[in-house]
């Protein structure tokens, strides 16, 4: 059965270029503190084995490239708060939290860390190639803006079977100044494919700080002019990027076109562990490391009056040993052996017919 492609001249119903921002979330009598529990326990989650592997890398057990996702945890949390298991999630290098956060278990991420073959890709993806299929997280890709055209692909598989699901695409700032991303903006708009952009504005690609790469460093109002719903949002205030990102989803799932959020977020640490980081001014880092997402979200479940420090110290035993365990079980399991290192790079030999 052959799929239709999207109609060349359907006349589509005119989408209004909304820029909207989303202010701070602010407590009130019905929130509910149950959910922001488990917000906090997330973003702790993620918080606390980025700092184990920061220890694991400088103890030289962890190899390679690392980039460390810390301080930016309310915007992976939130987005997927919005999502469904049956939404597909394509993510950056900087997946860590990502990965968590879709349900991918502590033990498989590290163990993937340690390249070893009870990780998620099979001990051959490392820290940025996280990779599960059964969970629809799609990557982790090594590419700046490399895995928006695989998003525009999986969207575009959705809407030509008439699936009701919603791919999101997480990329940085740098990948906005990429031709990948104006042409599956373009395209995304053009076919109305339920795809949600999310631009992780950390301001700095790399070590190239937002306004030396972009001329107009409003990105959600550059998203508009591809006639897309965008709109800015506080991404250290989980709530915030929680609210915004189901409207966005919202919106999608009734037909009305691809939604951009732009995330303004910011990484505490440098660059990727390689990098000295002296490019940023550290009173910069300290006035960000001011808004921390997870204290900020601690201090507004204590103005309501929520039991904090007393659950949090639940959480964080129960995180350590979560945490302690992935760490033994990666130590434990093999490595891929030399004899299947060719396995999935080159195609098996045929076998021959007698």
């Not at 079977?161 to 940085?172: A, L, P, S």
Request: with cysteine.
């Amino acid at each position: 059965m052959s799929l239709a492609r999207p109609s060349r001249t359907r006349t589509p119903t005119p989408r209004k270029a909304v820029r909207k921002s989303t202010k701070t979330a602010k407590a009130g009598p019905g929130a509910d503190t149950g959910h922001r529990s488990d917000l906090l326990e997330a973003m702790l989650r993620i918080r606390r084995f980025e700092e184990r592997c920061v220890e694991l890398y400088s103890a030289t057990k962890i190899r390679g490239f690392v980039h460390l996702y810390i301080g930016e945890e309310a915007v992976a949390v939130g987005v997927n708060e919005a999502l469904t298991p049956e939404d597909a999630v394509v993510a950056t290098y900087r997946e860590h939290g990502h990965a968590l956060a879709r349900g991918i278990s502590a033990e498989a991420v590290m163990a993937e860390m340690y390249g070893r073959t009870t990780g998620c890709s099979g001990g051959r993806g490392g820290s940025m190639h996280l990779f599960d299929a059964s969970r629809r997280f799609y990557g982790g890709n090594a590419i700046v803006a490399g895995g928006l055209p695989l998003a525009a692909g999986l969207a575009l598989a959705d809407r030509m079977r008439e699936q009701n699901r919603v791919t999101c695409c997480f990329f940085g700032d740098g990948a906005f100044a990429e031709g990948e991303f104006h042409e599956t903006a373009n395209l995304a708009a053009l076919w109305n494919l339920p795809l949600l952009f999310v631009c992780e504005n950390n301001l700095y690609a790399m070590g190239t700080a937002l306004e030396r790469h972009q001329a107009q460093t409003d990105l959600a109002m550059r998203a508009t002019s591809y006639g897309m719903v965008a709109w800015s949002v506080d991404g250290m205030d989980v709530e915030a990027v929680e609210q915004a990102a189901r409207r966005a989803v919202e919106g999608i799932r009734t037909g009305t076109g691809p939604h951009f959020l732009e995330l303004r977020t910011y990484r505490f640490r440098a660059h990727s562990m390689y990098d000295p980081d002296r490019y940023r001014d550290k009173a910069e880092i300290e006035r960000w490391k001011s808004r921390d997402p997870i204290t900020l979200l601690m201090d507004r479940m204590r103005a309501s009056g929520a039991p904090v420090d007393k659950d949090v110290a639940r959480v964080e035993q129960r995180i350590t040993a979560e945490i302690d365990h992935a760490v033994e079980a990666a130590e434990q399991a093999p490595e891929e052996p030399v004899e299947s290192l060719l396995r999935h790079v080159t195609s098996a030999p045929a076998e021959t017919v007698s």
